[in-house]
């Protein structure tokens, strides 16, 4: 997957670089004192895409407490999306992040954060582990809902943005929880959370369109493409697109 994060995914925090240097030292200190109950608290900074080592992974993994597990388990959803070319690895990394967010859980059955990396590295294994892969679904839907119910705001709305993408890609009833209906209500979940993330507004356009509605997913379109204007060489092309959208979705509005 390299740099190209995964549509589901993004950074957690953008800033100037000496901001974020303060903010990680504090976060830092934060989580160094944090007892497992206090460790829900800072569920927004359960290191999502930190760059981690292999040895920084195992050296957590290697300790008996949630809070390192939680830490290695993160470790882990790195190594695998960003680090690992080797599918044979991946599958490997992501089963061993999968066991050690499980093994938060079991010293916080309500952190939402540790629930999130539950339902994401179990993603990462179905797609790793194309004999399995649709027989993790139901791991994978029931992790993600647990998450989107203590934390649905981690990872700008990434709970129920998972599971738009979840019920949109999946094979329908009776072979999987494929729902264009429940996709376009999570998607929209997720926008409410955070609108300002793109992935939330595409994915919610895409449901809708799968779901027929295709009037609302022209609007939404519409609003996300005006609210995002191009730079200043492709204004003529954004321009002549944007009026052409236009004209389509109006077309619709009197079928």
Not at 123 to 133: F, P, S
Not at 174 to 187: F, I, Q, R
Not at 196 to 213: F, K, T, V, W
């Amino acid at each position: 997957m390299g740099n190209a994060r995964p549509n589901l995914i993004a950074a957690l925090l953008i800033c100037a670089l000496s901001a974020c240097a303060q903010v990680s030292q504090k976060r830092d200190m934060a989580l160094e004192r944090a007892t497992e109950e206090e460790y829900r608290h800072l569920a927004d900074d359960i290191y999502l895409w930190k760059p981690c080592t292999r040895s920084e992974a195992e050296a957590y993994a290697a300790e008996a407490d949630g809070l390192a597990a939680l830490r290695a388990a993160s470790c882990y959803l790195f190594l695998v999306i960003e680090e690992t070319d080797d599918e044979a690895t991946r599958l490997i990394d992501a089963k061993r992040g999968r066991s050690l967010a499980e093994s938060a859980l079991r010293t916080d059955p309500e952190n939402g954060g540790a629930h999130y990396l539950a339902a994401y590295l179990t993603a990462l294994e179905a797609q790793n582990d194309r004999v399995r892969g649709l027989s993790l679904v139901p791991i994978i839907e029931k992790e993600a809902l647990a998450a989107a119910k203590y934390h649905p705001k981690v990872d700008h709305g990434g709970p129920d943005r998972m599971l738009g993408g979840l019920y949109l890609r999946a094979p329908g009833l009776p072979v999987s929880v494929g729902d264009s209906a429940k996709a376009v209500v999570h998607y929209r979940r997720a926008r409410d959370y955070d609108p300002d993330y793109p992935e939330n507004r595409l994915g919610l356009i895409e449901a809708l369109m799968a779901d027929d509605e295709l009037k609302e997913a022209c609007d939404e379109l519409r609003e996300f493409l005006t609210e995002m204007p191009p730079h200043d060489r492709a204004e003529t092309t954004w321009t002549k697109a944007l009026g052409l959208m236009k004209r389509l979705c109006e077309d619709l509005e009197f079928e």
